[in-house]
Nanobody
Framework: QVQLVESGGGSVQVGGSLRLSCAAS????????MGWYRQAPGTQRELVAS???????NYADSVKGRFTISRDNAKNTVYLQMNSLKPEDTAVYYC?????????WGQGTQVTVSS
């Protein structure tokens, strides 16, 4: 099994920055992709960014140029650097790890952007 612990959420004003962290433990050697999803009230959970074990990244169009996903393999941690935040970025952000067809989710961390 894989366990994910997220940190770094909070409240920020428009244009501000936050960095989310997701520390993985357990059967991490089988993880082939990690990512960040978000879910705002009344909406479906959506992919924000992902990174493969080989370092290939993918971003939602709405965050391209503003968010950066990265990983520190030595620390088994994935980061999401969020810059130029907008009110529409307000959501609960979830870390995800994929091992083949298996998905593991973190507990979620709230990000609130106010104008």
């Amino acid at each position: 099994q894989v366990q994910l612990v997220e940190s770094g959420g909070g409240s920020v004003q428009v244009g501000g920055s936050l960095r989310l962290s997701c520390a993985a433990s357990g059967s991490i050697f089988r993880i082939n992709m990690m990512g960040w999803y978000r879910q705002a009230p009344g909406t479906q959970r959506e992919l924000v960014a992902s990174i493969t074990s080989g370092g290939y990244t993918n971003y939602a169009d709405s965050v391209k140029g503003r968010f950066t996903i990265s990983r520190d393999n030595a620390k088994n941690t994935v980061y999401l650097q969020m810059n130029s935040l907008k009110p529409e970025d307000t959501a609960v952000y979830y870390c995800n790890a994929k091992r083949g067809l298996l998905d593991t989710w973190g507990q979620g961390t709230q990000v609130t952007v106010s104008s």
